[in-house]
């Protein structure tokens, strides 16, 4: 979801969330829904900064954002999985220019999960742990936005 060119939104978390929010009071510039079996997306095409290099894992432009039309700021972005995990610890991933935030609950919608994850605002290219008990699948959510500046890659990788 974007906002208007000009915007100039607060750089946070916190509007992030409430951009994304069902009936939302920050205005949309645009608004897309898109399936993907990998997530490594990135604000400007060819950016190549992300932690996925490998051609199987190429780079994409967040759906919807079209650089010329309505600007690349002011965008948050929503990504739902279920990962089938088995029981042990794991690192996740994570670049980005502004900030993200990566839970679990009881469905990849849920935004009162457990926080696994998160930055919020300024540059980030950093790892996280946790651990899972049981084996099984689990929801994720993960939210990541863009408030202005240059952009790297958004994208979640387990080591």
Not at 49 to 56: D, R, S, T, V
Request: proline residues 7%; glycine residues 14%; aromatic residues 10%.
């Amino acid at each position: 979801m974007q906002a208007p060119p000009g915007s100039n939104l607060a750089n946070s978390l916190d509007r992030a969330e409430a951009q994304l929010a069902p009936n939302s009071t920050i205005p949309k510039e645009m608004e897309k829904e898109a399936v993907a079996d990998v997530i490594n997306q990135t604000q400007s095409e060819g950016a190549g900064a992300g932690f996925f290099q490998a051609p199987e894992y190429p780079e994409t432009v967040v759906p919807g954002l079209e650089e010329g039309l309505s600007g690349t700021d002011d965008f948050a972005v929503e990504i739902g999985a279920w990962l089938e995990l088995a029981a042990g610890s794991y690192r996740f991933g994570v670049v980005s220019d502004d900030g993200y935030k990566v839970t679990s609950g009881t469905h990849p919608k849920d935004t009162g999960g457990t926080v696994v994850g998160f930055h919020n605002g300024g540059p980030a290219n950093e790892t996280f742990d946790f651990i899972v008990l049981q084996g099984g699948f689990y929801p994720f959510r993960m939210v990541w936005y863009e408030r202005g500046g240059v952009l790297t890659p958004s994208g979640l990788r387990s080591t």
